[in-house]
């Protein structure tokens, strides 16, 4: 069942051009992830579309783009990296989730892959609402479009 407490919502586009370099935020027309950051009280879900603009996947690019969007959107309103839940659509258009295997904080962490379900956007929502978030239909749109 979801959370009906509000949820903090970011959204914001990101590009990151060469493996391995940092992500920076995204001014034109490249990119590599749109993204979308919920959180409440002492967690947090990241939503992510692959747009490959630049080059870079997000499945190339992800354990930069975890390390940004923790350090400068989550982390500094006291959430932790294990209360955090990662789901992106790849450049393909499945849905897959990002877990963490392990990080010290510093450096990158180390990622691995999941299926969500059978990779469709409502086995995305279900994995959503599975972990306490409901993310409106125009939230959906705007996190989706032009991808």
């Known amino acids: 069942m979801a959370d009906p407490r509000p949820m903090l919502l970011q959204q914001f586009v ?37 747009t490959s603009r630049s080059g870079i996947s997000i499945t190339n690019a992800a354990a930069q783009l ?9 982390g500094c309103k006291g959430i932790g990296w294990d209360s955090v839940c990662w789901v992106y659509r790849d450049s393909e258009g499945s849905w897959d989730e990002i877990r963490i295997a392990a990080w010290d904080g510093e450096s990158d962490p180390v990622v691995d892959f999941h299926p969500v379900g059978n ?3 409502a086995d995305a929502i279900r994995f959503l609402v ?7 239909a125009a939230e959906w749109e705007r996190l989706c479009r032009h991808v």
Do not use: W
């Open 14 to 50: 990101l590009v990151v051009n060469r493996l391995y370099e940092s992500p920076r935020y995204a001014t034109g027309l490249e990119e590599t992830a749109r993204c979308l950051v919920a959180m409440r009280d002492d967690r947090a879900c990241v939503v992510m579309a692959d």
């Open 66 to 74: 975890v390390a940004f969007i923790q350090r400068l959107h989550i």
């Open 119 to 121: 990779r469709t956007k």
């Open 130 to 136: 599975d972990h306490g978030f409901v993310i409106n």
